[in-house]
């Protein structure tokens, strides 16, 4: 097996958002890669892109054909692992290990996700199967038998920490757009109660999707807001902008924060005394320093997971084992010596 991993650690921001492709995309990538024999399973968030293959076969000029970037490109930034480094690099990123904020509860949700798209299109096999749930069973005991996630902290939980920093403390209107998406309704959540806030739609909004009083708008409406509001956060997946500067009309001159939780970005605003804008990469000094603390529960997480590789490996070869023993009958059978996508 192989990763190759293009994440916050590897690549700024500009970066990243050359590879935060769309789903069309990442769905074509996947088919191309079936086509030709591969099995995989693509992650992408706002801080990683990763393509976990049952193959050793150089699988980037795939990657490059979707990105629409050279090869020269995509090796400056990306991280090659195969075999068992490949397998932990898996098991300590659904752990939450490699997150920028250590041991973050998103990424097992997001991995768990795109397993399940990846198998529902027959992308994946017996060995990307048992590989992607003993991954998700060693994060389940790494949040069980450490403290690494008994104070849950998000990314969106440190952005929003930084923006009422800024804010001497206080929000006291807060615009969100991207509500009904995970780091948008942790920050929504997070506001509830405490500001008046206001979300916006598109179309009819599903009953209790939104924290209780909070002021629902038509997405097309967001500008008529933004003079009130002191924060502005945006957090969508949208390939176009969902603030433009140049479309603000400003009639109250105050501090406002512009929170742009999005990969691509979602907020074309120039930062100003007055307008302050935090992007996903500004949070990095607050998230090390809530990942100091966790660094001791990190390490005890790591047997744990060399635990769960072993099982992997066992089970492996085990199938190996088998397949051996049966080659012929399986021949017999009609049959190839490799396995099938979703075998």
């Given at each position: 097996?192989?990763i190759?991993s293009?994440d916050h650690?590897?690549?700024?921001?500009?970066?990243?958002?050359?590879?935060?492709?769309t789903?069309?995309?990442?769905?074509?990538?996947?088919?191309?890669?079936h086509?030709?024999g591969?099995?995989?399973v693509?992650?992408?968030?706002?801080?990683r892109f990763?393509?976990?293959t049952?193959?050793?076969?150089?699988?980037?000029?795939?990657?490059?054909?979707a990105?629409?970037?050279?090869?020269?490109?995509?090796?400056?930034?990306?991280?090659i692992k195969?075999g068992?480094?490949?397998?932990?690099h898996?098991?300590a990123?659904?752990?939450?290990?490699?997150s920028m904020?250590?041991?973050?509860?998103?990424i097992?949700?997001?991995?768990?996700?795109a397993f399940e798209?990846?198998?529902s299109m027959?992308f994946t096999?017996?060995?990307?199967?048992?590989?992607f749930r003993?991954?998700?069973?060693?994060?389940?005991?790494v949040?069980?038998e450490?403290?690494?996630s008994?104070?849950?902290?998000?990314a969106?939980?440190?952005?929003?920490?930084?923006?009422r920093s800024?804010?001497?403390?206080?929000?006291?209107t807060?615009?969100i757009?991207g509500?009904?998406?995970k780091?948008?309704?942790?920050?929504?959540?997070?506001l509830?109660g405490?500001?008046?806030?206001?979300?916006t739609?598109?179309?009819s909004?599903?009953?209790?999707?939104?924290?209780?009083?909070?002021e629902l708008?038509d997405?097309?409406?967001r500008y008529d807001?933004?003079d009130?509001?002191?924060?502005i956060?945006?957090?969508?997946?949208?390939p176009?902008?969902?603030?433009?500067e140049?479309?603000?009309?400003?009639?109250t001159r105050?501090?406002r924060v512009?929170?742009?939780?999005?990969?691509?970005?979602?907020?074309?605003?120039?930062?100003?005394?007055?307008?302050?804008v935090?992007?996903i990469?500004m949070?990095?000094?607050?998230a090390e320093?809530?990942?100091r603390t966790r660094a001791?529960?990190?390490?005890?997480?790591?047997?744990?997971i060399?635990?769960?590789?072993?099982e992997f490996?066992d089970?492996?070869?085990?199938k190996k084992?088998?397949?051996?023993k049966n080659?012929n009958?399986?021949?017999?059978?009609g049959?190839s010596?490799?396995?099938?996508?979703?075998?």
């Amino acid at each position: 097996m192989q990763i190759i991993s293009v994440d916050h650690r590897t690549a700024p921001l500009a970066v990243r958002e050359r590879f935060a492709l769309t789903s069309e995309r990442r769905l074509g990538l996947m088919r191309e890669l079936h086509k030709n024999g591969i099995c995989s399973v693509l992650i992408s968030t706002c801080n990683r892109f990763e393509v976990c293959t049952d193959s050793g076969g150089d699988i980037r000029p795939y990657i490059c054909a979707a990105a629409g970037c050279t090869l020269r490109y995509l090796t400056k930034y990306a991280v090659i692992k195969t075999g068992r480094d490949a397998a932990e690099h898996l098991f300590a990123t659904a752990a939450g290990l490699n997150s920028m904020v250590l041991g973050e509860d998103q990424i097992l949700g997001q991995i768990k996700r795109a397993f399940e798209l990846s198998r529902s299109m027959g992308f994946t096999n017996s060995y990307l199967n048992t590989l992607f749930r003993l991954a998700v069973t060693s994060a389940k005991r790494v949040k069980t038998e450490t403290l690494l996630s008994s104070t849950p902290v998000s990314a969106a939980g440190i952005a929003l920490k930084a923006a009422r920093s800024e804010l001497g403390g206080t929000v006291n209107t807060a615009l969100i757009i991207g509500a009904g998406g995970k780091t948008g309704s942790v920050i929504a959540k997070d506001l509830a109660g405490l500001c008046r806030e206001i979300i916006t739609i598109r179309g009819s909004a599903p009953h209790g999707a939104y924290p209780p009083g909070a002021e629902l708008i038509d997405y097309a409406a967001r500008y008529d807001y933004i003079d009130d509001a002191d924060l502005i956060v945006s957090a969508t997946t949208a390939p176009h902008k969902t603030i433009e500067e140049r479309k603000i009309t400003f009639k109250t001159r105050k501090k406002r924060v512009f929170l742009d939780m999005a990969v691509p970005s979602d907020m074309d605003v120039s930062p100003s005394p007055e307008n302050i804008v935090i992007n996903i990469d500004m949070i990095k000094t607050a998230a090390e320093e809530n990942n100091r603390t966790r660094a001791a529960e990190a390490l005890r997480a790591l047997p744990i997971i060399d635990r769960c590789i072993d099982e992997f490996y066992d089970w492996l070869e085990r199938k190996k084992r088998y397949e051996h023993k049966n080659r012929n009958a399986l021949k017999r059978a009609g049959a190839s010596s490799g396995t099938p996508c979703n075998a």
